[in-house]
């Protein structure tokens, strides 16, 4: 069910555009680029949480610091690695004496921009997921009091925090903690895309594959749950990735309709941050396209558009975000 | 034994320097100041492993890789993590599957110029250092033939060993590896240091606390196995760190007087490198300066005296060296 038919001129270009470039117009694309959000620098902001750059520093620091593992090694920045696109890599979360999780990393790249956390949507927001890794026993496994400890023995953390929350009179706290952390994944975000350049007006952009794969993406209904500024519409829907048996957000309401339900993942940098949904068993980007058509749209894409698609979520790969290694006390 | 008796100008500053700034002769160190040796930008460099931007750039690829470890998660940076001076702050290496080891972690800033690699040096540089911790059960735990194979799975790393082993047909080896590794970390250097300022003639570069904690590392004889451009001679010294059974350099040679001796650590970056010594068992870098005098000197020192030298060697910590974390495939 096509939103939009292609335009003539597409077909046109694709055919002719080796033999008479610059003599047929350019397919115009514009209308399927209105179907897109472009993704400002920076998400909606909680009036309580002022992202003043001493919090956002303070986070950074929280970010990288181990110490508040059980172990004393693992970081937030362990799972959510900067050099593998702020997620991992593998399929499913290894944390705490290297166990294995039950759900695969999501990037903090963004993830200001959703209206859900974890891929069961069990936090609204940032504040709410950040210390939930922090407690978890098959992730960092700490005791949050004692994380708390651990950071007030350092002078310079207790200036950090003082500097980040200068109303408090005891400012290390978990609420502290979990505001610093929002704050500063608030600031990593990729506006800078050759996608978001595309639906910001920049017609060179894209290259006439990723547009076709625009137009597909489009025509197939893809934008139904892939839509806002972060390609997802921070709701859940059943889908069965190959292996899972995770029960999902059913496991947050109870609801039967929420059974094997998962939250819509962004597709920005999605190119970088495979494998692929809730439990990372597919680890190939096209045979994701191919599978996400059967199971959400009913349909089997042609090999063709598979790889359109493919090239169009390719420019959703943005700059990735401006940070510092904090230099740690 | 002093090496040189403190100059009289110095105890006068001391005395008086409040009272008459400006009237007395500023305290002379420049005696002891020659004691120490400059670091260079760069340490000295195999003949057969070129320090091209290529092979440093795929070893920095490398050195943050957690590919190339079992679990998928561990990389060199997670015990030489860039945000804890390239070392770990916990007193001893925790590995695969939460595994502890039996030391603590050596920082790898200026640790090309190490003569001997390891605490009970094993081997003699760094491309013979390089591939022990992949593959050590303990660590990274993965066998190495796997960690090539994975690597050779990602063009990106074809392009990589291409670009920096030109010469090599299947540039993908164990020994690239190592020498992409090796000249990393011959990059992470810390020449900047207040310390290596004052050594190159900056009077104003430590304080007057500091160069007394100068004199009296002198003095006292501490430069006898700290010296040399990274204040270590990579020879191996017995010591009885508190807690420690471990046999040290003897599990290389089998020498009855290797028993419990270790390799003389740098100093370089030490404030910001602790806990100590080859267990770690000490977090307090002025109870490290006392235990060392007892034990490696037989002198028990002035509380002032240590205070000096913890000063002193606090201008040691250098500015932290550049380096990118990079995008891995």
Known sequence: ????????????????GALFAGSVAAADYSDYRDQFEPLPALPPIPSDNTLSDERVELGNMLFFEPRISQSGVISCATCHNPALGWADRIPLAVGHEGQVG???????????????QFWDGREDDLEGQALGPIEDDIEMAMDLDEALDRLAEFDEYQEKFEAAF????????AEAVAKALA????????????????????DDALTEQQKRGAAAFVD?????CHNGPALTDSQFHRFESPGSTDKGRYLVTGD???KFAFKTP?????AVTGPYFNNGSVEDLETAIELMAEQQLGIELDEDVVADIDAFLHSMTGKQPDFEIPALP
């Open 183 to 202: 704050g500063f994944q608030r600031t990593l975000n990729t506006p800078n895309s050759p996608f978001n350049r595309w639906v910001k007006g920049d």
């Open 102 to 116: 039950e759900r695969n990393t999501p990037t903090v790249l963004n993830s200001g921009f959703f209206e859900a």
């Open 266 to 270: 962004t597709l920005l940098n999605v």
């Open 166 to 173: 200068p109303e408090k009179d005891d400012p290390i706290t």
């Open 1 to 16: 069910m096509p939103i939009f038919s292609r335009p003539a001129q597409a077909t046109a270009a694709l055919a002719f």
């Open 220 to 224: 197939n209904g893809c934008t139904a």
């Open 256 to 258: 039967e309709s929420d």
